[in-house]
């Protein structure tokens, strides 16, 4: 069975700090993990995704997420935080593509930002 | 614009009452989705349908019940029997090799 586990609750950067949201995936078969952002009372965008392509994916708003099977974990990454991250993020990995995916989510992290 | 549509965005209920959540897309995807979002509990899979005339249960589909009639609609109905209903609904869809596309959801409060 495909699980997620993303680690810290809630984590607080300073503006123009490094983000770092950590998640690690449990899955039988090669995964396909993704991150969504959500902002309040909205529903979830989708951020990055990997499906067995390259192993450093990029996606939007300058974020990034490094596949590393070895460690079973997709962080995900932006070197520079601005306000505009503060959002509640989610992992997310599925076993299946196509048009099956049935995805299994994380708890989420809430990302604040200070200024 | 293609996307999915969730209403109301607000809804609020007694308790014993039945209530039907709506969701309707225009992207022609083939699957559709029910999640309920908790906070600090993340996203659970309540029913999904990968055609029409067709619906599987997914993690927590007791006291629920949706139907698949057309390919654009997917509502969702929260029935008296759902224990702890109040919560934030989200509806979504995957056409093929596109991943899930969320609505912006619906807060449901049973009171």
């Known amino acids: 069975a495909q699980s997620v586990t993303q680690l810290g609750s809630h984590v607080s950067v300073s503006e123009g700090a490094l983000v770092l949201l950590r998640c690690n995936y449990s899955?039988?078969?090669?995964?396909?993990l993704f991150w969504y952002v959500q902002y309040p009372n909205q529903g979830l965008q989708l951020l990055l995704k990997y499906t067995s392509a390259a192993t450093l994916v990029k996606g939007i708003n300058g974020f990034e997420a490094e596949f590393k099977k070895s460690e079973t974990s997709f962080h995900l990454t932006k070197p520079s935080a601005h306000m505009s991250d503060a959002a509640e993020y989610f992992c997310a990995v599925s076993e299946s593509g196509g048009s099956n995916y049935k995805l299994t989510f994380g708890k989420g992290t809430l990302l604040t930002v200070n200024p | 614009d293609g996307g999915i549509t969730q209403s109301p965005k607000y809804l609020f209920r007694k308790e014993g009452q039945n209530v039907t959540l709506s969701c309707e897309q225009n992207?022609?995807?083939?699957?559709m989705y029910w999640y309920r979002q908790d906070p600090g509990q993340g996203l659970r899979l309540i029913y999904y349908s990968q055609i029409v005339n067709d619906f599987q249960k997914g993690d927590i589909a007791e006291g629920y019940s949706v139907s698949r009639e057309k390919k654009e609609s997917f509502p969702l109905t929260v029935t008296s029997a759902q224990k702890n209903p109040t919560a934030f609904y989200l509806c979504?869809?995957?056409?093929?090799?596109?991943?899930?596309?969320f609505g912006n959801g619906t807060r449901l409060t049973v009171t």
């Open positions: 992207l022609n995807h083939d699957a």
């Open positions: 979504a869809t995957t056409g093929y090799n596109s991943p899930l596309h």
């Open positions: 899955s039988s078969v090669p995964p396909y």
